[in-house]
C-alpha cells in the first residue's frame, strides 16, 4: 500500500514539475497559498519523501527479477 501512494505521489510531483516547465505555472503553490505555505511546503514535502521511496522501489524490482533471485 506505501509503494502505491508513494508511486502516486510521484506522478502527482511529476505532473506539477511539467506543469511548471511548460507553461510556468506551479499547481501545488496555485491549490495551496503560495510556495512557502505550510501546506505547500506539507506537499512538497511528502512528494519528496515520496521519491526517495520510488527509489527503493528500483533496487527491489531489480531484485526479484534478478536471475537466481530467491
Same mark, same amino acid.
Given at each position: ?7 502516486? #505521489?510521484? &506522478?502527482?510531483?511529476a505532473?506539477?514539475?511539467g506543469?511548471? /516547465? @511548460?507553461f !510556468? ?6 491549490? =495551496?497559498?503560495?510556495? #512557502?505555505? &505550510? ?8 512528494? /519528496? @519523501?515520496? !521519491? ?6 528500483l =533496487? ?11
Amino acid at each position: 500500500m506505501v509503494d502505491k501512494i508513494a508511486v502516486l #505521489l510521484a &506522478v502527482i510531483g511529476a505532473l506539477n514539475w511539467g506543469g511548471i /516547465g @511548460l507553461f !510556468g505555472f506551479d499547481t501545488v503553490a496555485f491549490l =495551496f497559498g503560495g510556495q #512557502l505555505s &505550510v501546506f505547500s511546503r506539507v506537499i512538497y514535502t511528502l512528494v /519528496g @519523501l515520496a !521519491g526517495l521511496w520510488c527509489l527503493t522501489l528500483l =533496487f527491489r524490482l531489480d531484485r526479484e527479477t534478478a536471475p537466481g533471485a530467491a
